[in-house]
Every structure is written in structure tokens, then in C-alpha cells.
Nanobody, 122 residues
């Protein structure tokens, strides 16, 4: 069984930065961040492979957000810079136990964290 615990959300002004963390227990191969704004579908943000550190980003966050991992701590991070009001959402950490893919598809992730709120004020 995999457990994921997110932290680091909060309220920030537009143009500011936040860093989210997700501590994972149990074996996984790839990790991702998704977000869900009120009234919208949950959407992909970024993903990372534990072993090789390969990354994948949504176009909307590329060049502003950085996903990274600390294998020793079994923790991934999402550094979010130049935040915009449209980045406001609940951010979810997710784990994929399929080793050969780095996915941006919600249904391909097996485990989810409880979510952490990020609010960007204008």
C-alpha cells in the first residue's frame, strides 16, 4: 500500500512562489502532481521518474514550475514560481506503479494524496 502526504500549500500574491512537498511510503516508479480548480476537471501539472529523474510538464506551467525528487527522503517537490491567479486550485500528489511510462493521464495513477490548497491572489 502506498501513502502520499502533501504539504506546503497556502495563500500567495500573484508573482510569488510556493513549494509543495509530497512524502511517499511504499514502492512506486513515477510520481505526478495534478490540480483541480472549483468547477473544473483535475488536470496534469508535472511528473517525475524516481530512478532517472525524467520529467514531464503541462504547457501551462512549463518554465514556471519545477518538479524534483529526493530519493533518500522518498519525497517529491513542486517549486512554483511566477504564480498566477489561474494557478489557484487544490494540488494533488499521485503515484504510478507502472515503471515503463511517465504519464500525464489521471487514470493511469494508482494512488493519490489528500490534496493541498494553493490560492493566488491578484
Amino acid at each position: 500500500q502506498v501513502q502520499l502526504v502533501e504539504s506546503g500549500g497556502g495563500l500567495v500574491q500573484a508573482g510569488g512562489s510556493l513549494r509543495l512537498s509530497c512524502a511517499a511510503s511504499g514502492m512506486t516508479f513515477n510520481m505526478g502532481w495534478f490540480r483541480q480548480a472549483p468547477g473544473k476537471e483535475r488536470e496534469f501539472v508535472a511528473a517525475i521518474n524516481w530512478s532517472a529523474g525524467r520529467t514531464l510538464y503541462a504547457d501551462s506551467v512549463k518554465d514556471r514550475f519545477t518538479i524534483s525528487r529526493d530519493n533518500a527522503k522518498s519525497t517529491i517537490y513542486l517549486q512554483m514560481n511566477s504564480l498566477k491567479p489561474e494557478d489557484t486550485a487544490v494540488y494533488y500528489c499521485a503515484a504510478d506503479q507502472t515503471y515503463w511510462r511517465l504519464s500525464n493521464t489521471r487514470n493511469e495513477y494508482d494512488y493519490w494524496g489528500q490534496g493541498t490548497q494553493v490560492t493566488v491572489s491578484s
